[in-house]
C-alpha cells in the first residue's frame, strides 16, 4: 500500500501563507489523485484539494482562491499552498492519495486500485 507523510503545518497568524507537503512512497504504479482534506477537532473531515495525474483540480468551496494543489510527480509528492489563511483554516491537514499498486505474487504481476491517507499535520492559524 501507498504510505503517506505530511509536514510542514505549523502556528501562523492570520493572513500569512503556508506550504504542506506530502511524500507518497510504496509499490506505486500510478498515483491517480493526491489532494488533501482537513477536520478541526470535532468537526467533520472536509475535502480541501485535489490533483489528478493529469493535473486536473478540484476545490472545496472553503479554499477556492486561496489554496492552490500541485504535484512533483518525478518524487511522488503532492504539495498545498495556503495564502491569506483564517482562523477558520484551523485544523488538521491529511495527504490522499488514490493509487494504482503493483504486486508480484507467484510471479505474476497484479495491479489494483488503493486509498490512503496520511496521518495528519496541524495547521493552527490565530486571529
Known amino acids: 500500500q501507498v504510505q503517506l507523510v505530511e509536514s510542514g503545518g505549523g502556528l501562523v497568524q492570520s493572513g500569512e501563507s503556508l506550504i504542506l507537503s506530502c511524500s507518497a512512497s510504496?509499490?506505486?504504479?500510478?498515483?491517480?489523485?493526491m489532494g488533501w482534506s482537513r477536520q478541526a477537532p470535532g468537526k467533520q473531515r472536509e475535502f480541501v484539494a485535489t490533483m489528478n495525474s493529469d493535473g486536473k483540480t478540484t476545490y472545496g468551496d472553503s479554499v477556492k482562491g486561496r489554496f492552490a494543489v500541485s504535484r512533483d510527480n518525478s518524487n511522488n509528492r503532492v504539495y498545498l499552498q495556503m495564502n491569506n489563511l483564517k482562523p477558520e483554516d484551523t485544523a488538521v491537514y491529511y495527504c490522499?492519495?488514490?493509487?494504482?499498486?503493483?504486486?508480484?505474487?507467484?510471479?505474476?504481476?497484479?495491479?489494483?486500485?488503493?486509498?490512503?491517507w496520511g496521518r495528519g499535520t496541524l495547521v493552527t492559524v490565530s486571529s
Open positions: 490522499y492519495a488514490h493509487a494504482t499498486i503493483r504486486s508480484d505474487e507467484g510471479g505474476r504481476f497484479k495491479l489494483r486500485g488503493s486509498d490512503s
Open positions: 510504496g509499490s506505486i504504479f500510478n498515483l491517480n489523485i
